[in-house]
Antibody, heavy 119, light 113 residues
């Protein structure tokens, strides 16, 4: 059974860098899937932030592109998100998810982790 | 960016009745070379992640009850829930994966009347 589990600090100070990790179990992250991050501010809708395929292909939401980096660690079977210069507007539940192709739907989601940006 | 607009924002339906949620795309998301609509529907219950219900506009994900169905093409799509059950109370989102950035509708909150 494939599972995704997000982890990271629940509280980040403004102007600092948010770092999250998604551990993948039951499936090799090197196999033929894309891996992505979607966030959801409290009480609001869903926003895709970034996706990655096999470490070499990355895709970013232009609204965040200057601040976001996605990467894969195949040795740990996990992928990560870094978002720099955070503000209160980056407060959200961050979900990691899997999709089969660049133009395919998200078929498996992690449970999400709430990150609050506050001093 | 492709803008996805859902209607209505909220909906109250009696148990056993039909619920219909609409989703309109600002761009045609039907890819002519494979005749596929790049649209998915998700269900999100409180405190849970979104769950995939429908992809390619009308293909039901494995394990999803057949009271859920998707239809539409091009720019206009519909999610229909026939015979509403109590466990269907949730927020429903459409999403286009025709190109990046992938974008979602604002969500439709479905409640029991």
């Amino acid at each position: 059974q494939v599972q995704l589990q997000e982890s990271g600090p629940g509280l980040v100070k403004p102007s600092e860098t948010l770092s999250l990790t998604c551990a993948v179990s039951g499936y090799s992250i090197s196999s033929d899937y894309f891996w992505g991050w979607i966030r959801q501010p409290p009480g609001k809708g869903l926003e895709w932030t970034a996706s990655i395929y096999h470490s070499e292909s990355t895709y970013y939401n232009p609204s965040l592109q200057s601040r976001v980096t996605i990467s894969v660690d195949t040795s740990k079977n996990q992928f990560s998100l870094k978002l720099s210069s955070v503000t209160a507007a980056d407060t959200a539940v961050y979900y990691c998810a899997r999709h089969r192709g660049r133009t395919e739907y998200f078929d498996l989601w992690g449970r999400g982790t709430l990150v609050t940006v506050s001093s | 960016d492709i803008v996805m607009t859902q209607s209505p924002d909220s909906l109250a339906v009696s148990l056993g009745e039909r619920a219909t949620i609409n989703c309109k795309s600002s761009h045609n998301i039907l890819y002519s070379s494979n005749n596929q609509n790049y649209l998915a529907w998700y269900q999100q219950k409180p405190g849970q992640p979104p769950k995939l219900l429908i992809y390619w506009a009308s293909t039901r994900e494995s394990g999803v009850p057949d009271r859920f169905s998707g239809s539409g093409s091009g720019t206009d799509f519909t999610l229909t829930i026939t015979s509403l059950q109590a466990e269907d109370v949730a927020v429903y989102y459409c999403q286009q994966y025709y190109n990046t950035p992938y974008t979602f509708g604002q969500g439709t909150k479905l409640e029991i009347k």
